[in-house]
Each structure stands twice: as structure tokens, then as C-alpha cells.
């Protein structure tokens, strides 16, 4: 008989492991914060796209819907197809180059996010991760069960569970406040019930900007019996993600715009894993995280995960004079260490950014800023906005002709355009920033945005 979710592991027990998909790297010391500014002129000299004739000199604004990648990523995609475009698994060098290559790929998004390389599955993109994964998980749903989501979030992360409906699962929708764009917990408390058996959110909206409390989500979550699957696409290439103290049973992210190839990566906790239906050939059920990827991963692009933190460690090493430089205690800070403490130097650069945009908009007569129209921890910088006068189509191909890349549209997040009130087809101008954005893109911007 099918194991059902109706008889959930207690509250604090749901992995049979202390943390997250299992604890993160922890080997090295803690890196200390790194003082002054970013070297915006290093970060941006990483990216080849900086010079090309396609992208030099244009403000990029589109890195919510894919970043530019850095040279050594490309140095990594290429060693694999130039030395190891073989199958990996044979005990031939350059099959064994591959085997290697793929797996330090995978080590690299678990430092990124802190779970165990195990965890781990390197899909084609996010939204095939979140659909073979509710297929996986539809056979321990019964009927009168009852599942979350929002209103709020990429559809990525709300159909594949709304088609719970067809194992007889009742969907609630927690939704967003449209003044603040925000979610609430008290939102989220008020429809949890002794039936509640999933919770679907995300980390952070990819129109609003609104950074949800998801740690505080999953505990709830998990208060009730319920398991908690969090959208982490809009927020990884942001801040520093914690996946094991977070502690959700699944966290998605998309690499393409974390600086890396263009796949999906889907952390999932293995108890988890274990329950799940094999969505691959009968003769892998029961292999990890090859149950839940068809076909497994793309060789060459899971190889070149590595170049992203490649990239990471070199930037380090720019801004505190060596990659094995010692803390107090004699040690060298470890690879997530590393990690953690370039991200809190790009939150401060993406923060003073964000603010410098933010009050460009809201000087604008015309202009609507979608969310909150202040920085700080609430918010991502990921800024949206609609003018009062022309459509968001018109908007954003004036900021073309100044050599400003931006998008309009909903950006698949349909049902957060209609409860803002808006033309989903239209939806809104959206303007991301990333660590190499700089003062002058977003003051190109500000400049050029039409009365």
C-alpha cells in the first residue's frame, strides 16, 4: 500500500536528520566579513558578457530572468566538451574527467546553499524540478488532504500542486496582501489545518520583491505535519541561502541565475527522496536523486557548476588577499565560508543600489512602484513598476532605444498580476539588480524613463 502524508513525521522529526536535506558543509573555519566596498571593476571584469558587442555597454536589468555568466564558467563548460564529452562512469580518463567534473559541479551548488551533495538534483530548469516532483509526491495524497500555495509566487511552484486536486486534495490559497505585496504568517497560520499536508511558498516574489520570512513558514508548516517546499529563484542570486537551517523538505533555484549554465536545482530532503514515486527507469527507483530526473543530468552544464564557485573563491580572494588567508583562530576559512561572507558584501552593494533606485521611482510622477517602495530586509532587489501613462510594453522598449535592458510582462507569476489589478499580457516594467550592477546602470535608468 501507498504510503499517504496523512500520518506525518512530529514536528522537528520530518527528516530523520538534524537539518535541512540533510546538514551543509561545515569543514574549514568561519570566514570574518569582508570591509569596504565591492570591486565593482574585478566583479564585472569576470564577465565576458561586459565587452561583448551584443551587451557592452548596456544596463542590465533582466538578471531576474537570467544572469550573465563569468569566464571561469565558460572555462569549465569548455574543458568538459573539449577533454570529457564522454559518458561518465567508465574507468577511461576522459569518462573518469567527467565523473569528476559533474560531481565537483554538484559540491558547488551544496556549498552555494549549504545541503549535502546528495540531496541535491541538477534538472533542465525550475519548473520541470517542481513538476516531476509533485508527480512524485501525488501518490501520498489522499482525498480530504489539503494543500497551500499562494497567489504570489512563479506558477512553477503553484500548478504542479493544484493538480493535486486530481488525487482528491482540497487547495488553499494563502494570499498576498496587493498594498504591501507581501505575504503575512498570520495569512499562512489562519489556514492551516489538521489536514494540511503541504506547504507551497516562496522565498522571495520575482514582481513585488517581498523577502517572506520562509524559515518561519516551514516551522509552522512543519507544526502542523505538513511539508514545506520553498521557491528560492528569486531570492538565491540575491543572499546568502541557508538550505539546512531553513530546513524545508524541497528548496528549488534556478543557476542560470545564479551566474551559472541554465539548469534547475532542487535540494530535497533523502527522507523525503525515499517516500517519493521513481519518475525514471524502474531499474534507478530507489537511486537518490536519479528517481526524480528523468534522464538525469545534462553532463556538460552540471560540470560547469563549478566555475560559479570557481568565480566566488577568486573574487574572494581579490578582496582579502588570498583565498587561504587565516582567521584568528589559525584556520582557513572553508569554501561555504568563503561563500557567506561575499554574499553579505554583495547584499550591501545590491542594498545601496536598490534604495538609489527605489527613490529615483518614487520621485517619478508617473510611475507606480509594485511593492515596497523602501529597501531593506523585506524587500529583494528585484523592482517592478507600471507607468501611469503608457503601457509597460511602451516603457520598456523606450528604455531600448537608451540602451536599457529591461522586460515587461508577468513573468509567469499570472495570478500575482491579477490580484495587483493589472494586465496580466502588459503586467509591469522589472528591473533586477545583481552585484555587478552598477550606480551608473541604475542612474541610466532614472534618466531615461519616459514623463
Not at 559533474?102 to 524540478?129: C, F, H, K, W, Y
Not at 582557513?332 to 533606485?357: D, I, Y
Not at 523585506?378 to 516603457?395: D, E, G, I, K, M
Request: proline share 6%; aromatic share 6%; charged share 15%.
Amino acid at each position: 500500500m501507498t504510503e499517504s502524508l496523512s500520518k506525518p513525521a512530529p514536528s522537528g522529526s520530518t527528516s530523520g536528520s538534524t537539518s535541512g536535506p540533510t546538514s551543509g558543509p561545515t569543514s574549514g573555519s568561519m570566514a570574518g566579513p569582508i570591509s569596504g566596498a565591492l570591486d565593482l571593476d574585478a566583479v564585472r571584469a569576470c564577465f565576458p558578457a561586459f565587452t561583448t558587442e551584443t551587451c557592452a555597454n548596456w544596463a542590465f536589468f533582466e538578471n531576474a530572468g537570467g544572469a550573465y555568466v563569468p569566464q571561469a564558467v565558460i572555462d569549465r563548460l569548455t574543458r568538459f566538451l573539449t577533454a570529457a564529452k564522454v559518458q561518465p562512469g567508465a574507468p577511461y580518463p576522459a569518462s573518469a574527467l567527467a565523473t569528476e567534473m559533474m560531481a565537483e559541479g554538484v559540491r558547488a551548488m551544496a556549498t552555494l546553499v549549504n545541503v549535502a551533495p546528495e540531496a541535491l538534483v541538477i534538472g533542465a530548469d525550475t519548473s520541470t524540478n517542481l513538476h516531476v516532483l509533485a508527480n512524485a509526491l501525488a501518490p501520498l495524497i489522499e482525498p480530504g488532504d489539503e494543500v497551500v500555495v499562494t497567489n504570489l509566487d512563479h506558477e512553477a511552484n503553484i500548478t504542479p500542486w493544484r493538480r493535486l486536486t486530481r488525487r482528491g486534495a482540497t487547495v488553499r490559497e494563502w494570499r498576498f496582501d496587493p498594498e504591501t505585496g507581501a505575504l503575512s504568517l498570520d495569512g499562512l497560520t489562519a489556514l492551516l489545518t489538521e489536514n494540511t499536508r503541504l506547504v507551497c511558498l516562496p522565498q522571495a516574489s520575482n514582481i513585488t520583491g517581498a523577502v517572506c520570512d520562509a524559515a518561519a513558514a516551514v516551522r509552522l508548516a512543519h507544526e502542523a505535519g505538513a511539508l514545506a517546499v520553498v521557491d528560492g529563484v528569486s531570492h538565491a542570486p540575491h543572499a546568502l541561502v541557508d538550505g539546512s537551517a531553513l530546513d524545508a523538505d524541497a528548496y528549488a533555484f534556478s543557476a542560470y541565475k545564479v551566474f551559472g549554465p541554465h539548469v534547475g536545482v532542487l535540494a530535497v530532503r533523502p527522507s523525503l527522496m525515499a517516500r517519493l514515486e521513481n519518475q525514471n527507469h524502474m531499474f534507478l527507483a530507489g537511486h537518490g536523486a536519479l528517481t526524480v530526473n528523468p534522464g538525469g543530468p545534462n553532463h556538460e552544464l552540471t560540470a560547469a557548476l563549478a566555475g560559479v564557485t570557481d568565480y566566488l573563491d577568486a573574487l574572494y580572494a581579490r578582496h582579502v588577499g588570498g583565498e587561504g588567508e587565516e582567521d584568528d583562530g589559525g584556520a582557513a576559512p572553508s569554501a561555504r565560508a568563503r561563500v557567506a561572507a561575499l554574499f553579505a558584501l554583495f547584499e550591501r552593494h545590491q542594498s545601496a543600489l536598490t534604495g538609489r533606485l527605489l527613490a529615483g521611482l518614487r520621485d517619478h510622477p508617473a510611475v507606480r512602484i509594485i511593492g515596497a517602495p523602501t529597501v531593506g530586509p523585506h524587500r529583494s532587489p528585484t523592482v517592478a513598476f507600471t507607468h501611469r501613462r503608457l503601457s509597460s510594453r511602451a516603457v520598456a522598449e523606450h528604455l531600448r532605444g537608451h540602451r536599457v535592458a529591461v522586460r515587461h510582462g508577468h513573468f509567469y507569476a499570472w495570478r500575482c498580476m491579477q490580484a495587483l489589478g493589472l494586465d496580466p499580457e502588459d503586467g509591469v516594467v522589472r528591473a533586477s539588480l545583481v552585484h555587478y550592477t552598477s550606480a551608473e546602470d541604475v542612474d541610466r535608468l532614472l534618466a531615461h524613463l519616459p514623463a
